[in-house]
């Protein structure tokens, strides 16, 4: 879990990261409607992936897609074609319940874990952006307020 926190600095784990992760994928592992596929080898677990449905939002079409949340492999087998094959595993799984697509997300500066999924024939879809909006000593809006006085009061209210 730690090589999160390498891909960017405003990826910090909570102090209970690990058991925090535990209960995550405890729960799906224990729903109907999830996949975990385990890459092993000799006994030893050399990978793993996790994958589930989601619910696009109503507006949108298809109404479901398949969203693979994680792809673990432990230093030694990467780039042996572990990952291949649970990705592969995953897709089929995807198929076979009628997903008709899956999204994931990778960090921006996680450069081998981009090319990995470029080369399993993943696009770019979708750039999330972070802005940090204020902190002490640090303005959120520029001198004067906002650009435009009708932001001031987002609830309508």
């Known amino acids: ?8 600095p405003r990826v910090r ?3 209970k990261a690990e058991d925090a992760y535990r209960q995550y994928a405890r729960f799906y592992i224990a729903q109907d409607d999830a996949a975990v596929f385990v890459a092993e080898h000799r006994g030893e677990v050399v990978g793993y992936c996790l994958a589930y449905p ?16 994680d792809l673990v492999i432990t230093q030694p087998w990467r780039r042996r074609g572990v990952g291949h094959a649970l990705v592969e595993a995953t897709r089929h799984w995807f198929h076979r319940h009628g997903i008709p697509h899956i999204q994931l997300q990778v ?7 981009r090319a990995f999924w470029h ?14 909006v204020s902190s002490p000593g640090q303005m959120a809006f520029p001198p004067g307020g906002p650009a435009n006085p009708a932001t001031e009061n987002l609830s309508g209210r």
């Open 1 to 8: 879990m730690r090589d999160h926190e390498s891909f960017d």
């Open 13 to 15: 784990l909570a102090p």
């Open 54 to 69: 989601a619910n696009n939002l109503p507006m949108f079409r298809p109404k479901q897609y398949g969203y693979l949340s």
């Open 107 to 113: 960090y921006c500066r996680n450069s081998m874990g």
């Open 119 to 132: 080369k399993e024939g993943f696009d770019d879809f979708v750039h999330g952006l972070w802005l940090a």
